[in-house]
T-cell receptor, first 113, second 115 residues
Framework: ELKVEQNPLFLSMQEGKNYTIYCNYS?????LYWYRQDPGKSLESLFV?????AVKQEGRLMASLDTKARLSTLHITAAVHDLSATYFC?????????????FGPGTSLSVIP | NAGVTQTPKFQVLKTGQSMTLQCAQD?????MSWYRQDPGMGLRLIHY???????DQGEVPNGYNVSRSTTEDFPLRLLSAAPSQTSVYFC??????????????FGPGTRLLVL
């Protein structure tokens, strides 16, 4: 059974600190996505990681993908309050075409001033 | 561009009623999807479409039907609503898949309560 796990599920951190959110998945995939969701809002696409070793950065967020370890990380550098949100990773388990994209349960991040 | 729009925003149904959730996009995107979001479970794919006239099942398709007669519209039909279908439903679209410029745009969501 395919599982997408995120760790931690809840994270409270102080402004200015660094932290990493982990996304583990249990089947072969070479496409992984990160999304952000604010409370009561829709989802915003953050990163698309398409190959082993892919690294993408946007502002204080950096995402990486290790397909051999079936692991993606979302690193937060010098957190600010505006980063408070729920972050989802999602794994595309199709090998040839748009098929099933399985979401993790989400990591609820709270950045405290 | 309005992006991805969904109607209604909120809906209350009685068990056994049917209804259609509307989704439209004005970005000429080929790919459209329907997800449901339940607390603590992330999003689950219900149905998706890779173009007009082409649809397929996702992770949790039972109890839902879709059709794609135009590029712009991708309605989701609940055939006979059940309390287990109480959820927030999101429609999404993207212009490409599996490429570095891929971006999936989500609609604002429809909150559905089935009594």
């Amino acid at each position: 059974e395919l599982k997408v796990e995120q760790n931690p599920l809840f994270l409270s951190m102080q402004e200015g600190k660094n932290y990493t959110i982990y996304c583990n998945y249990s089947t072969t995939s070479d496409r992984l996505y990160w999304y952000r969701q604010d409370p009561g809002k829709s989802l915003e696409s953050l990163f698309v990681l398409l190959s082993n070793g892919a690294v993408k950065q946007e502002g204080r967020l950096m995402a990486s993908l290790d397909t051999k370890a079936r692991l993606s990380t979302l690193h937060i550098t010098a957190a600010v309050h505006d980063l408070s949100a729920t972050y989802f990773c999602a794994v595309d388990i199709s090998q040839t075409s748009y098929d099933k994209v399985i979401f993790g349960p989400g990591t609820s991040l709270s950045v405290i001033p | 561009n309005a992006g991805v729009t969904q109607t209604p925003k909120f809906q209350v149904l009685k068990t056994g009623q049917s209804m259609t959730l509307q989704c439209a996009q004005d970005m000429n995107h080929e790919y459209m999807s329907w997800y449901r979001q339940d607390p603590g479970m992330g999003l689950r794919l219900i149905h998706y479409s890779v173009g007009a006239g082409i649809t397929d099942q996702g992770e949790v398709p039972n109890g839902y039907n879709v059709s794609r007669s135009t590029t712009e519209d991708f309605p989701l039909r609940l055939l006979s609503a059940a309390p287990s279908q109480t959820s927030v439903y999101f429609c999404a679209s993207s212009s490409a898949r599996g490429v570095w410029w891929e971006t999936q745009y989500f609609g604002p969501g429809t909150r559905l309560l089935v009594l």
